[in-house]
């Protein structure tokens, strides 16, 4: 990576130019900025102009969690989520992001902009112009310096928990929902992420455990000790469960807004707060008591947190007078997201092949709600009460620039210029070859219910962008999504060999079909009891089907029971996510 930023800054110093002469080389009615940029040089097929080899930019990246360090991989130019030497973990995957001048401005018959969006003509977009690094060779008479900062936040739990019209749960007594766990904001201290230089650019790093959930805990002000954070379940009541095994919080007056997250894991019980191996899994009751004791609550439940957040980079430049905030000097947004489980298929590959292969109507034959959309083709705000690094009172992603029009495209790609020519992707399918992953929106869900990497909230002056309507923790959402057929986000695994789901009861068929390593191998499994094979848990801690009696009955999980279970006992060992 640093060999790759030297010849990108080499590159841009052949402008050999002063910031003033940018200034009047500007696109008539622009306004030139300073701004961060998640970038990747992409090849044709991908690129946001179609056309050829370019790099494709966006206000937001896209970073994702693990249970070990990310890996870089040179053949592939680009992050992998698989570490070699340790194959049952999770590598995580950073996002990498510089600082460029840019214009703002409306886009121009030129411009390219992957995936454009009808309005787009009448959108204020930046456009990257030129990228800076440090030295005297990225401006002519400025020896430049650049720095970058964060501001991350999770506050799921908080969310949850706050109680302005008596529609939330309240929380045990002791506990303040200001504090962590219930918020963690890196401006506070809270290490959420790592910012790692390389060269001019820098990667924003979560930070892993060896579990992606982990008890949540937190000081009781009551009893003066540290406990496990947790609520008393609710009985069930109306719409307040899902499946039978999960809060549900829905909004009332807005039921596609998420302001909390929309489920919450209520099927580990608290019976001693000081001891998290004392937690009872209720999923060891048999059907029947497990049914009636989540239905009737009562209970204390633990919480759990992730590591997922969101937040802001920006950048400080000495040498050049362009730092006003949100004027001159503009944030992107970082999201930090749940593992991709195929990062080698985007979310824009999907669309594609929906338009292709399915053809009108074809979504929703394929996908039973939701769809493939990518987060790049998206137009909405980001969250407003996110705020600026170091700046305690200024936020970074306004809901309305200076003259007044809502900010929409902190999501988009844009790329270089596309001059003349056929606007046709030429060997589109090439795409397909290329081994780079992403960590730009394309790669990311752009459907909110309540969402795969980032879900949809609101207020009276807008709708936006937040991270806490996704489930707590998130593989609550994650396996829930998946189970119904690639709910949301499309490029999820495939949980339907529950057989849960069945022409002609549910339109849906396999979307991504597994192997059965990756779905888990029953003990009872032919091949095992063979000896062919070893028995295993798959993805999400189930074991996948297998046929019995002559072929004439498959012997599976039941839908209806989640078995993902926290390894509380010293005997137990605990999965990728924390869970059994």
């Not at 030297?6 to 080389?25: A, P, V, W």
């Not at 001159?328 to 999907?350: E, K, W």
Request: charged share 25%.
């Amino acid at each position: 990576m640093r060999e790759l930023d030297t010849i990108e800054n080499y590159i841009y110093s052949l402008n050999n130019k002063s910031l003033d002469d940018f200034e009047r080389e500007r696109t008539s009615g622009a306004t030139l900025v300073v701004a961060v940029f998640a970038y990747q040089y992409r090849i044709g097929g991908r690129s946001p102009n179609g056309r050829f080899a370019s790099t494709a930019l966006s206000r937001t990246g896209v970073a994702r969690v693990g249970t070990t360090n990310y890996k870089f991989d040179p053949i592939r130019r680009s992050f992998w989520s698989i570490d070699p030497k340790a194959l049952a973990q999770i590598a995580l995957m950073p996002a990498r992001y510089a600082a460029y001048l840019a214009e703002e401005r409306t886009p121009g018959a030129e411009d390219a902009i992957l995936g454009e969006q009808p309005g787009d003509e009448d959108r204020n977009f930046l456009f990257p112009i030129h990228k800076l690094f440090d030295g005297v060779e990225c401006l002519k008479g400025v020896n430049l310096k650049v720095k970058f900062l964060e501001r991350h936040c999770n506050e799921k739990l908080a969310k949850f928990h706050a109680n302005p019209d008596g529609a939330r749960v309240p929380v045990v007594d002791g506990f303040d929902i200001t504090q962590a766990p219930f918020v963690r904001d890196s401006g506070s201290g809270h290490r959420l992420v790592e910012l790692k230089r390389v060269g001019a650019s820098v990667l924003v790093v979560p930070k892993y455990h060896k579990s992606l959930n982990r008890v949540a805990t937190a000081k009781n002000y009551k009893t003066g000790r540290d406990e496990i954070a947790r609520f008393v379940v609710p009985k069930e009541f109306g719409e307040n469960r899902y499946a039978g095994s999960s809060f549900q919080f829905l909004e009332e007056k807005f039921a596609e807004r998420r302001t909390a997250p929309e489920y919450i894991n209520i099927r580990h019980e608290v019976i001693n707060p000081r001891n998290p191996r004392k937690i009872k899994d209720l999923n060891q009751l048999p059907w029947t008591a497990f049914k009636r004791k989540v239905k009737q609550g009562g209970y204390e439940a633990a919480h759990f947190v992730d590591d997922t957040c969101e937040g802001a980079v920006v950048a400080q430049i000495s040498g050049i007078e362009l730092n006003e905030a949100n004027k001159t000097n503009f944030a992107a947004f970082s999201m930090i997201c749940a593992p991709d489980f195929f990062p080698l298929v985007d979310q824009a590959d999907i669309t594609d092949w929906v338009v292709q292969v399915l053809g009108a109507g074809g979504e929703r034959e394929q996908f039973a709600q939701g769809g493939p959309r990518p987060l790049s083709e998206r137009r909405n705000c980001v969250n407003p009460p996110l705020l600026r690094p170091r700046a305690p009172v200024v936020p970074a992603f306004p809901v309305r620039d200076s003259d007044h029009a809502r900010v929409e495209t902190v999501s988009a790609i844009v790329g270089g210029k596309s001059i003349g020519g056929d606007e046709k992707r030429p060997l589109r399918d090439l795409r397909f070859l290329d081994p780079s992953t992403s960590f730009l929106p394309d790669g990311a869900s752009g459907i909110f219910d309540p969402g795969w990497d980032t879900s949809f909230s609101g207020t009276d002056e807008a709708d936006f962008l937040a991270a806490y309507g996704l489930g707590s923790p998130f593989p609550e959402d994650v396996k829930l999504c998946a189970a119904l057929n690639s709910f949301w986000p499309s490029a999820a695994p495939d949980a339907t060999r529950t057989f849960g789901l069945f022409p002609p009861k549910w339109n849906a068929t396999t979307s991504v079909p597994l192997f059965d390593v990756e779905l888990g191998i029953h003990p009872n499994h032919p091949n095992v009891k063979q000896g062919l094979v070893a028995p295993s848990l798959g993805w999400d801690g189930e074991q996948g089907p297998y046929y019995e009696r002559n072929f004439r009955f498959v012997n599976h999980a039941n839908p209806s029971v989640s078995t993902i279970r926290l390894a509380t006992a010293g005997s137990e060992s605990q999965g990728w996510n924390g869970f059994q």
